[in-house]
């Protein structure tokens, strides 16, 4: 239980103990090794003391530099709230009473900032007709509630105290009900979290019934439900407050419904190689890492789960690291519910190392491309998540009270089918947009447009040859609403492969995006595949950011992510970049900010009138290179198996390691739909492609040859055939059940996927 009784404990010194946690955290063939729990309360104790100085010099740079208003009205000081919880969280962990008399003394205090606002603009705010509350900010307001549960015993609470800090609470409790925000969302667990607490801190109140039945009005909608939100920023926050909200209800039914484990299982399965959840959505690198720690020590304690052990000392270790001794006083108070959440085991292996689907094609919409969980693994992150089927209401309300132009529903970028991270060797290579540089967003809609995310953008006019691509493509940033599936996802010995699409109805798009890992040899093959569903004049344009551009050729470009947010990023590995279709393609770079430091955008784009129907294709490699020498590539040559007239499939031979590798995708999978009504509805022929020496019906087709073998991958195909050879034959069968007053019917059905080698003379 959240505000149970107080456990005591003594710990070793903080020198000591930070001196374990340098030896022992490490991390080693994906097995976390240390004194966690017991450096979780130090640094927590570290934080409190290096709050005794920061808090007080924060409320008075607050005093001599915070103007008021009126569109925000009062904003007390931020800090004495969070100071106040972690003091009183470790008095109940520890009983020392210094810190119940440091928690009291900040939350008496916090009411007399007031004196601060100025009279004259008391009644500028209908929300302020029952008086200028003493907490204005529903995050500030739980942790105070919190404070004064974990200290409402002690000794040190005098009675005037207590009234101070209970009509403090009352006249935030009071204070929400005039914006009780509502949604599976972060904002609105805060402010339910904050009603109960306030219903529990005063319970004598007139009001306290109220503040009790609208917290769980507002707790309903994330009550077993899915978050409407996708960002990494907000998910630990809407989580947590779940968490400490369940706890304080003591109804711990919640972690018994599927859809709130899930989380546990989405944020272990996300971690990158530098041990955090990545930044997509309103994120901020490696923000909020001490938010995921305490939510996974509670999940593995709760499901008694080693994975979610491993994954929160993972990220703990790893951010710990990054960051040295000093965690702050937010991160103190995180870590301190991590140690009360926590059990003394260790945690042991890692969960597989594996490419996979996190979660699923429903709620979670990324796929991870990953060889391993350590500092130097290959990762790619792709994230295909619209705003999704569920929480209409909640959304809806949302677009209709405040101002979300240039989000999806809540929080999220228009990041549809963008590679947001990609690592290898310890180097970022591609990285996502990060957060607003202001609300409720900076100009062009910084950073959650489309043109700041590594994805195609497509526009339903056509640029002037002479005109900027960075000029034509920006616009107010709004999001366009979009619907997007997963068509395939594959793994295989030599290749993982996804297939994602994006429909935009409004602006009569379709885009496929197909990323192939090339896994022995570490490249990616990417097809961007349109289908045009309206007549019109299109624009279309594949951009990949970074900071630095080191090379630049005729069809290439080797660039890398040096700087995330002030962030110094390991430089061992460049990104090349190559556009193998040329043409009528142009391809360059622009500048742009993003994550607010100077960057660059590389493109192919082009420009054409299309007829509905119409299929345009782009093919990208993404190979990492060896930072020291960026000129080297792993493949020796690429060739368009295809040529752009071409719409049925797109297809690309790679020269690499003295063989050849062919990746060939089909573009329209209706195409090989035939017309009359029976089944199957699609033979070898109506859907046969020729790529190179291939023929085949297949959606994908891998080989790779050499001299002496070929080694080849089909999925979703009656057959395949090399030069005069057939690889792959799917038996005829007996279709009974025909349609349309069919009779019997007899063809071949599709085979899922299937693979082989044979001998070359």
């Given at each position: 239980?959240?505000?149970?009784?107080?456990?005591?404990?003594?710990?070793?010194?903080?020198?000591?103990?930070?001196t374990?946690?340098?030896?022992?955290?490490?991390?080693m063939?994906?097995?976390?090794?240390?004194?966690?729990?017991?450096?979780?309360?130090?640094?927590?104790?570290?934080?409190?003391?290096?709050?005794?100085?920061?808090?007080p010099?924060?409320?008075?740079?607050?005093?001599?530099?915070?103007?008021?208003?009126?569109?925000?009205?009062?904003?007390?000081?931020?800090?004495?709230?969070?100071?106040?919880?972690?003091?009183?969280?470790?008095?109940?962990v520890?009983?020392?009473?210094r810190?119940?008399?440091?928690?009291?003394?900040?939350?008496?205090?916090?009411?007399?900032?007031?004196?601060y606002f100025?009279?004259?603009?008391?009644?500028?705010?209908?929300?302020?007709?029952?008086?200028?509350?003493?907490?204005t900010?529903?995050?500030?307001?739980s942790?105070?509630?919190?404070?004064?549960l974990?200290?409402?015993?002690?000794?040190?609470?005098?009675?005037?105290?207590?009234?101070?800090i209970?009509?403090?609470?009352?006249?935030?409790?009071?204070y929400?009900?005039?914006?009780?925000?509502?949604?599976?969302?972060?904002?609105?667990m805060?402010?339910?979290?904050?009603?109960?607490l306030?219903?529990?801190?005063?319970?004598d109140?007139?009001d306290?019934?109220?503040?009790?039945?609208?917290?769980?009005?507002?707790?309903?909608?994330?009550?077993?439900?899915?978050?409407?939100e996708?960002?990494?920023?907000?998910?630990?926050?809407?989580?947590?407050?779940?968490?400490?909200?369940v706890?304080?209800?003591?109804?711990?039914?919640?972690?018994?419904?599927p859809?709130?484990?899930y989380?546990?299982?989405?944020?272990?399965?996300?971690?990158?190689?530098?041990?955090?959840?990545p930044?997509?959505?309103?994120?901020?690198?490696?923000?909020?890492?001490s938010?995921?720690?305490?939510?996974l020590?509670?999940?593995a304690?709760?499901?008694?789960?080693d994975?979610?052990?491993?994954?929160?000392?993972?990220?703990?270790?790893?951010m710990?690291?990054?960051?040295?001794?000093?965690?702050?006083?937010?991160?103190?108070?995180?870590l301190?519910?991590?140690?009360r959440?926590?059990?003394?085991?260790?945690?042991?292996?890692?969960?597989?190392?594996?490419?996979?689907?996190?979660?699923?094609?429903?709620?979670?919409?990324?796929?991870?491309?990953?060889?391993?969980w350590d500092?130097?693994?290959?990762?790619?992150?792709?994230?295909?998540?619209?705003?999704?089927?569920?929480?209409?209401m909640?959304?809806?309300?949302?677009?209709?009270?405040?101002p979300?132009?240039?989000?999806?529903?809540?929080?999220g970028?228009?990041?549809?089918?963008?590679i947001?991270?990609?690592?290898?060797?310890?180097?970022?290579?591609?990285?996502?947009?990060?957060?607003?540089?202001?609300?409720?967003?900076?100009?062009w809609?910084?950073?959650r447009?489309?043109?700041?995310?590594?994805r195609?953008?497509?526009r339903?006019?056509?640029?002037?040859?002479?005109?900027?691509?960075?000029?034509?493509?920006?616009?107010?940033?709004?999001?366009?609403?979009?619907?997007?599936?997963?068509?395939?996802?594959?793994?295989?010995?030599?290749?993982?492969?996804?297939?994602t699409?994006?429909?935009?109805?409004?602006?009569?798009?379709?885009?496929?995006?197909?990323?192939?890992?090339?896994?022995?040899?570490?490249?990616?093959?990417?097809?961007?595949?349109?289908?045009?569903?309206?007549?019109?004049?299109?624009?279309?344009?594949?951009?990949?950011?970074?900071?630095?551009?080191?090379?630049?050729?005729?069809?290439?470009?080797?660039?890398?992510?040096?700087?995330?947010?002030?962030?110094?990023?390991?430089?061992?590995?460049?990104?090349?970049?190559?556009?193998?279709?040329?043409?009528?393609?142009?391809?360059?770079?622009?500048?742009?900010?993003?994550?607010?430091?100077?960057?660059?955008?590389?493109?192919q784009?082009l420009?054409?009138?299309?007829?509905?129907?119409?299929?345009?294709?782009?093919?990208?490699?993404?190979?990492?290179?060896?930072?020291?020498a960026?000129?080297?590539?792993?493949?020796?040559?690429?060739?368009?198996?295809n040529?752009?007239?071409?719409?049925?499939?797109?297809?690309?031979?790679?020269?690499?390691?003295?063989e050849?590798?062919?990746?060939?995708?089909?573009?329209?999978?209706?195409?090989?739909?035939?017309?009359?009504?029976?089944?199957?509805?699609?033979?070898?022929?109506?859907?046969?492609v020729?790529?190179?020496?291939?023929?085949?019906?297949?959606?994908?087709?891998?080989?790779?040859?050499?001299?002496?073998?070929?080694?080849?991958?089909?999925?979703?195909?009656?057959?395949?055939?090399?030069?005069?050879?057939?690889?792959?034959?799917?038996?005829?069968?007996?279709?009974?059940?025909?349609?349309?007053?069919?009779?019997?019917?007899?063809?071949?059905?599709?085979?899922?996927?299937?693979e082989?080698m044979?001998?070359?003379?």
């Amino acid at each position: 239980m959240l505000f149970g009784d107080r456990r005591r404990r003594c710990s070793l010194s903080a020198m000591a103990i930070l001196t374990i946690g340098i030896i022992t955290s490490v991390v080693m063939t994906g097995r976390v090794v240390g004194q966690e729990r017991d450096l979780y309360l130090d640094l927590a104790r570290q934080a409190f003391e290096e709050g005794l100085e920061s808090i007080p010099a924060q409320v008075e740079r607050w005093k001599e530099t915070w103007e008021p208003q009126p569109e925000w009205g009062y904003q007390p000081p931020g800090g004495p709230p969070y100071f106040a919880r972690l003091a009183g969280s470790l008095y109940h962990v520890t009983g020392e009473e210094r810190y119940a008399e440091t928690a009291i003394e900040w939350m008496v205090r916090h009411h007399e900032y007031k004196e601060y606002f100025p009279e004259e603009m008391h009644g500028v705010r209908p929300d302020y007709a029952g008086g200028v509350p003493t907490l204005t900010d529903f995050f500030q307001m739980s942790f105070f509630g919190e404070a004064y549960l974990f200290v409402k015993d002690s000794p040190s609470l005098t009675a005037e105290q207590r009234q101070i800090i209970q009509q403090s609470i009352a006249e935030g409790a009071a204070y929400v009900f005039y914006f009780p925000e509502w949604g599976p969302m972060n904002r609105a667990m805060l402010r339910a979290y904050s009603l109960l607490l306030a219903a529990k801190a005063v319970p004598d109140h007139p009001d306290a019934a109220k503040w009790d039945k609208m917290a769980r009005v507002l707790a309903a909608d994330s009550w077993g439900k899915w978050e409407e939100e996708d960002a990494q920023i907000y998910h630990p926050v809407w989580l947590i407050s779940l968490v400490r909200y369940v706890d304080a209800l003591g109804d711990q039914s919640l972690f018994d419904h599927p859809t709130f484990r899930y989380y546990f299982d989405y944020f272990t399965h996300l971690l990158d190689p530098t041990g955090m959840i990545p930044d997509f959505g309103d994120a901020r690198w490696h923000a909020n890492w001490s938010w995921y720690v305490a939510l996974l020590e509670r999940a593995a304690t709760q499901y008694d789960r080693d994975d979610y052990r491993w994954a929160a000392r993972r990220i703990f270790n790893a951010m710990h690291a990054a960051m040295g001794a000093t965690v702050g006083i937010g991160n103190g108070m995180n870590l301190l519910d991590a140690y009360r959440w926590s059990d003394e085991r260790t945690a042991t292996d890692a969960p597989p190392a594996v490419s996979e689907e996190v979660m699923e094609d429903l709620v979670g919409k990324k796929i991870v491309f990953r060889d391993g969980w350590d500092d130097n693994a290959n990762y790619l992150l792709l994230n295909y998540r619209d705003e999704g089927p569920y929480a209409r209401m909640a959304r809806d309300y949302l677009r209709n009270t405040i101002p979300v132009e240039e989000e999806k529903m809540h929080h999220g970028h228009s990041d549809e089918n963008s590679i947001v991270l990609m690592m290898s060797d310890g180097s970022v290579l591609l990285n996502d947009a990060g957060y607003r540089p202001r609300m409720p967003s900076g100009p062009w809609g910084e950073f959650r447009a489309d043109y700041y995310h590594n994805r195609l953008v497509y526009r339903t006019t056509k640029r002037g040859r002479d005109q900027g691509l960075w000029e034509f493509l920006r616009n107010s940033g709004a999001y366009r609403p979009v619907e997007t599936d997963k068509i395939e996802f594959w793994t295989a010995d030599d290749f993982d492969v996804s297939r994602t699409r994006l429909t935009d109805a409004r602006d009569g798009v379709q885009h496929d995006r197909v990323i192939t890992w090339l896994k022995q040899h570490n490249v990616y093959v990417v097809f961007d595949i349109v289908k045009f569903l309206e007549t019109d004049f299109y624009t279309l344009a594949t951009l990949w950011h970074a900071t630095t551009v080191l090379d630049a050729g005729d069809a290439h470009f080797v660039t890398g992510v040096d700087v995330i947010r002030g962030n110094e990023m390991p430089r061992n590995k460049a990104l090349r970049i190559e556009f193998p279709e040329r043409g009528i393609r142009t391809q360059g770079t622009f500048e742009l900010e993003r994550n607010l430091e100077p960057a660059t955008a590389v493109y192919q784009t082009l420009a054409s009138h299309y007829f509905a129907g119409h299929v345009e294709t782009f093919v990208t490699v993404l190979a990492p290179v060896d930072r020291v020498a960026p000129y080297e590539s792993p493949v020796d040559g690429i060739q368009v198996l295809n040529p752009p007239e071409s719409s049925a499939g797109i297809g690309v031979a790679l020269q690499i390691a003295g063989e050849e590798i062919f990746v060939c995708s089909n573009t329209d999978l209706l195409r090989e739909i035939i017309a009359a009504n029976k089944r199957p509805r699609y033979t070898l022929e109506s859907g046969r492609v020729t790529y190179g020496p291939f023929s085949t019906d297949a959606s994908f087709l891998y080989a790779r040859r050499n001299e002496q073998s070929l080694k080849w991958a089909a999925m979703h195909m009656v057959g395949v055939s090399y030069e005069d050879r057939e690889l792959f034959a799917a038996p005829w069968n007996t279709f009974t059940l025909e349609p349309d007053d069919w009779a019997t019917g007899l063809g071949a059905g599709k085979y899922r996927f299937w693979e082989g080698m044979i001998d070359l003379p």
